[in-house]
Structure formats: structure tokens, C-alpha cells
């Protein structure tokens, strides 16, 4: 039985497993080819587990810096859709529970809402 996020760890192991995953795909791993994960993996356990447990360690601009990305390297509709498609397994096969759930769905809306605002900024 799988138990639900609960601590920092837990979304580490979310962040960590989740960018294993990108790294092997043909569809984001090219965008991610750049990433210096050493100093990328802090920002992204600060930022969900800021996103989940509201600890106020987050500080940065993430529509900015993916608007940035989008600039040099475009951003599709299936990019997003394969980020999404793999956070939420990932977390499926993780973890099950409320924070589970709600780390899933605060995803969904970033997802929605970079999206609009990256591809509208072009007007795509």
C-alpha cells in the first residue's frame, strides 16, 4: 500500500524520480539537456514542497524563466502534455493520499496556466 506525501523527503523523491523519468524521454529530454541538475534540484524541492506545505522556502519567477526557455528552445502543447503525463504517474506510483492528490492537481493548473501564457504570448 502506498502512503501519501507527507514530508520533504517525500517530494524529493517525487522531483528526483520525476526528472529521471524527462531525462529518458524523446519528447522533453532535449529541453532539459542544459540543466545543471546540481543547482536545479533544490529550486524544484523548494518550489513543490512550497507548493504543498506552503513552507515559504520558494522564491523565483517560474513563468519568467519557462517564457525565457520558450524564447530559445519553443514549448508545444505535447510538451506540456508529457510533463503532466509524467508528474502524475510519477506520482502515482509513488504515493496515494490527500497531498497526493493535491500536488497532482496544482500541477494540472500550472501546467494550464504556463501553457496559456507561454503559447498565447505568441499567439499560438
Avoid: C
Amino acid at each position: 500500500m502506498l502512503t501519501d506525501i507527507l514530508h520533504r523527503e517525500d517530494i524529493k523523491n517525487v522531483v528526483n524520480t520525476f526528472y529521471d523519468a524527462v531525462k529518458d524521454d524523446p519528447i522533453l529530454r532535449a529541453h532539459f539537456e542544459h540543466v545543471q541538475w546540481e543547482s536545479h534540484l533544490p529550486v524544484m524541492y523548494d518550489f513543490w514542497e512550497n507548493v504543498i506545505f506552503y513552507t515559504g522556502n520558494f522564491s523565483g519567477n517560474p513563468m519568467a524563466k519557462h517564457q525565457s526557455l520558450h524564447h530559445h528552445m519553443p514549448i508545444s502543447p505535447d510538451h506540456f502534455k508529457k510533463w503532466l503525463q509524467l508528474f502524475t504517474n510519477t506520482i502515482d506510483t509513488l504515493y496515494s493520499g490527500t497531498n497526493a492528490d493535491l500536488l497532482k492537481e496544482r500541477a494540472k493548473s500550472i501546467a494550464i496556466i504556463m501553457q496559456m501564457k507561454i503559447l498565447n504570448e505568441k499567439g499560438i
